[in-house]
T-cell receptor, first 114, second 115 residues
Framework: RKEVEQDPGPFNVPEGATVAFNCTYS??????FFWYRQDCRKEPKLLMS???SGNEDGRFTAQLNRASQYISLLIRDSKLSDSATYLC???????????????FGKGTKLSVKP | DAEITQSPRHKITETGRQVTLACHQT?????MFWYRQDLGHGLRLIHY???????NKGEVSDGYSVSRSNTEDLPLTLESAASSQTSVYFC??????????????FGPGTRLTVL
């Protein structure tokens, strides 16, 4: 199993649609989970951290299932401005001092159309 | 406002030349990282540092080196540039807060072309 695996997409959806992204990770010792957003030719930016109980930020909802090692991101009422690549990110866990290191998925591309 | 900057933003160089990419952060973060991003590979870690005088190799460190003489800067050096090192390079930093929620903040990137 790859360290962090995502469906590369692209997901092409109309404005107003609800879209869900999924991600699996292989290291059961990972403790930090994030979704980053990356616009074309720009740097990745933190969208939201993912907490064990699940968390919501406006139209965005993130869920974590530790037993299945699975993370999800739900975007409701999609906007044109949501078009970007969404990166699933997991910390490396307790690998000899590398706890601060993050592992990035390759990303899922979202294109929201009018 | 605190920020992380990279220079140059674009660089074209020739095979065999030494190249240094600068990264400067004003977050006062202890942790700093260098990544490269290529199509089909996502972000791959080159080197990282958890504090002054600390440096560690990442998954793709061959041909690269870093040094950390202060908190703010982590320059990345390509000892002898190769065409395979043509890529977009991102620098990032994060706080030292143990193992949880240590999100990283990224610089704008340097687009390097090796001819």
């Amino acid at each position: 199993r790859k360290e962090v695996e995502q469906d590369p997409g692209p997901f092409n959806v109309p404005e107003g649609a609800t879209v869900a992204f999924n991600c699996t990770y292989s290291n059961s010792a990972s403790q930090s989970f994030f979704w980053y957003r990356q616009d074309c030719r720009k740097e990745p930016k933190l969208l939201m951290s993912v907490y064990s109980s699940g968390n919501e930020d406006g139209r965005f909802t993130a869920q974590l299932n530790r037993a299945s090692q699975y993370i999800s991101l739900l975007i409701r009422d999609s906007k044109l401005s949501d078009s970007a690549t969404y990166l699933c990110v997991v910390n490396r866990g307790n690998y000899g001092g590398s706890q601060g290191n993050l592992i990035f998925g390759k990303g899922t591309k979202l294109s929201v159309k009018p | 406002d605190a920020e992380i900057t990279q220079s140059p933003r674009h660089k074209i160089t020739e095979t065999g030349r030494q190249v240094t990419l600068a990264c400067h952060q004003t977050w006062n973060h202890n942790n700093m990282f260098w990544y490269r991003q290529d199509l089909g590979h996502g972000l791959r870690l080159i080197h990282y540092s958890y504090g002054v005088h600390d440096t560690n190799k990442g998954e793709v460190s061959d041909g690269y080196s870093v040094s950390r003489s202060n908190t703010e800067d982590l320059p990345l050096t390509l000892e002898s540039a190769a065409s395979s090192q043509t890529s977009v390079y991102f620098c990032a930093s994060s706080e030292s807060r143990g193992t949880t929620y240590n999100e990283q903040f990224f610089g704008p990137g340097t687009r390097l072309t090796v001819l």
